[in-house]
Every structure is written in structure tokens, then in C-alpha cells.
């Protein structure tokens, strides 16, 4: 051989192994081609999306993500909004001594007598602490299969939802205020979803001013949809104020309802469960009769023609379904009541 030739051979460089792809390049055409993004409720919630909830206290918020979390876990609308059904993780650190009163009453409700499809955590999981997620995540793998990787409860082994309940009560010791913490629970929802493909609703407070959500903006920007409520003399107003990849919701007028042992939520239009002809008749009396928005017993007596003891059981429940507010001996229409009014007269 030549000492060219071995100058060549030597200075050939060796085979390289095939380079490992990891940022995957994809074309317009391939993009276009991806199946648009789909809902795990209609309108509201994406599917595999981060979605938050919020408002003041007392707004009724944690009513309506039960409500979402339970429709989603049967599989049926809500309002008229379709569902993709699938097992929902409700992670509960708020409010937990209520909670099954609540949903005894959704249950009675909405007549249901079989199983329900939605795990319940009551301990605190931090999503600032990633082997929390870890654990979670493990749990209810564990759980959902059985040793043979098989669903053990007749439930699908892909959640639909997580749901944290509340945000502040998942992040013990951390500062909303903070990007820094609030990245960590953004990075912890991202790696729920990304391992189960479900999607995570958070639900959040208010700011002690104002009608924003509390804490920092990280939190807004990388939420897929938001959605606010307020409660104004019981008429609960649900708004969306964030979707990113579709048309915002219109928003939706909601009331609380009494149903033993606590409430459910329910839409303002179309009358409570069990709303009779007398209690009808006590909305429209006091409308008519009521005096700087307010009025009395006797009046309300003599105005009917209806013995007391009738009176005062429609003015009771009407209480209890939130149309009617007493201060002292004065009874008045709250704004539910007076919608309800309204449509008694129709």
C-alpha cells in the first residue's frame, strides 16, 4: 500500500451511529392534518387541557366542579353540553367535612342509585413537591388496574380529569404570588397530563379586590381556559374569561338549590326542583305588594287569602331555594326570586 493511501485510510473518519431524533419537524401540510382539539365537556372543558375555576368565597365554585367532575364521570351532558366520558380523580384538601353531603344531594338530585366513576383524595397532594405527583400518579394506577394491567373496578383505566380543590390547598407553603410556585404547579399539572393524557381543573380564589384570579399571571398564561363566578343575591354567573383554542362559552346564569342534606347547582332558567303553585304565588304577591323591595307576613296574608300555616311553609322553602332573603319580620325577592317571579307571571 501506498503512504498515500495509508494517510488516506487513516484519516477517514470512522462511522458515526445513527443520531438519536428529539425535536420531531413537522410540515404545514402535517399540521393541518392533526385532528382538532376535542372537549371533555362541551364548550368548557378541553380534553387533556389545564382549565381553571375561580372566584370569591361563598361563590359557589367548588359546587360547580363537583358538578363538572360527577357529569364527566357518568358520561352525560351538562346543560345540554356533551361529555366525554371517564374517571375522574377529585383531589378534595378544601371543605372535605361536607363533601359527602354533597354529593348525597347530587345523587338524590338527579335520582342516581349506581356507582359512580370518581375517586376522592382527602389528604393535601403539593404539587410543589414532584414525588407527590409521583405518588398520586402511582396510586391511582395502582388502583384503576389490577396486577394483570387490566381495569379492576370496571372502570377505564384512563382518567378523564383530575381535579385540585383548591389550588392554594395544593401547594402548602408556597406563595401564589410567586411565578417561581406557581411555575412548579403549572410543571406538575403538565406532567399529570402528559402522563395520563386527562385534563387538570384547578379551582382558585379571587383577589380580596376585584374580580381577577388571585396570584401570579404565570398562571393565566398558561392555562387553556378560565372561568369565573360571582354569586349577587344568590344568582351565580359563570363567565369565560380565557379559551384558547375555541370560542369563549357564553355566559351562564346558575343558582344554588337545597337538595337534603346540602345543595346542588343548578341553571337560574326553568323552575327548582319542586317549586309548587303556592310558593309561585308568594314570589308574585310580594313582587306586586312589596314596598321599597320589601314586605311583610301580614300583608303577604291578606294579599293571598292563604292560611298561615300554608304562608310560612312556601315562604320556608322558598328561602331554602334561595328566592326569598328575611330581615327581621321583612321578606324580599332576591335576584333568582325575582327572575322567578317574572316567569310565574308569564
Not at 397532594?125 to 395502582?142: M, Q, T, W
Not at 402522563?195 to 396570584?215: D, M, S
Not at 322553602?317 to 321583612?330: E, H, M, T, V, Y
Request: hydrophobic letters at 40%; aromatic letters at 4%; glycine letters at 8%.
Amino acid at each position: 500500500m501506498s503512504a498515500t493511501a495509508e494517510r488516506m485510510r487513516v484519516e477517514r473518519p470512522s462511522p458515526q451511529p445513527p443520531r438519536k431524533v428529539r425535536f420531531h419537524l413537522r410540515t404545514a401540510a402535517q399540521l393541518m392534518a392533526l385532528d382538532p382539539p376535542a372537549w371533555q365537556l362541551e364548550h368548557y372543558l378541553p380534553e387533556s387541557a389545564l382549565t381553571v375555576l375561580y372566584g370569591p368565597p361563598g361563590s359557589g365554585k367548588s359546587f360547580l366542579a363537583l358538578a363538572w367532575a360527577l357529569t364527566i364521570a357518568r358520561g352525560v351532558p351538562w346543560l345540554e353540553c356533551q361529555t366525554q366520558r371517564g374517571p375522574v380523580i377529585y383531589v378534595a384538601a378544601e371543605g372535605t367535612a361536607a363533601l359527602g353531603q354533597r354529593l348525597q344531594a347530587y345523587r338524590d338530585a338527579h335520582a342516581i342509585t349506581s356507582p359512580l366513576d370518581i375517586l376522592f383524595v382527602r389528604e393535601c397532594v403539593n404539587l410543589l413537591a414532584p414525588a407527590d405527583v409521583v405518588d398520586l400518579l402511582g396510586d391511582v394506577e395502582a388502583y384503576l388496574l389490577d396486577e394483570q394491567g387490566k381495569p379492576s373496578t370496571g372502570i377505564p383505566e384512563r382518567p378523564g380529569l383530575f381535579v385540585f380543590d383548591t389550588m392554594a390547598r395544593a401547594m402548602p407553603g408556597g406563595d401564589e404570588n410567586s411565578a417561581r410556585d406557581v411555575g412548579l404547579v403549572i410543571a406538575a399539572a403538565d406532567a399529570i397530563r402528559q402522563r395520563t393524557e386527562a385534563g387538570v381543573l384547578l379551582v382558585h380564589h379571587t383577589q380580596k379586590v376585584g374580580e381577577l384570579e388571585r396570584g401570579s399571571s404565570a398562571l393565566r398564561g398558561a392555562a387553556d381556559a378560565m372561568f369565573a363566578l360571582r354569586n349577587e343575591d344568590g344568582v351565580i354567573t359563570l363567565e369565560c374569561s380565557k379559551q384558547k383554542d375555541a370560542p369563549s362559552a357564553d355566559p351562564r346564569r346558575l343558582r344554588l338549590v337545597a337538595v337534603a342534606p346540602s345543595c346542588v347547582i343548578e341553571p337560574l332558567e326553568g323552575a327548582p326542583p319542586g317549586l309548587g303553585p303556592q310558593v309561585r304565588q308568594v314570589l308574585t304577591t310580594i313582587r306586586e305588594v312589596a314596598i321599597e323591595g320589601a314586605t311583610s307576613a301580614s300583608i303577604l296574608t291578606d294579599s293571598m287569602r292563604l292560611p298561615k300555616g300554608s304562608l310560612y311553609r312556601s315562604l320556608k322553602k322558598a328561602i331554602d331555594l334561595g328566592l326569598i332573603s328575611k330581615r327581621g319580620a321583612k321578606y324580599s325577592l332576591t335576584a333568582a326570586g325575582e327572575a322567578e317571579s317574572l316567569t310565574s307571571r308569564m
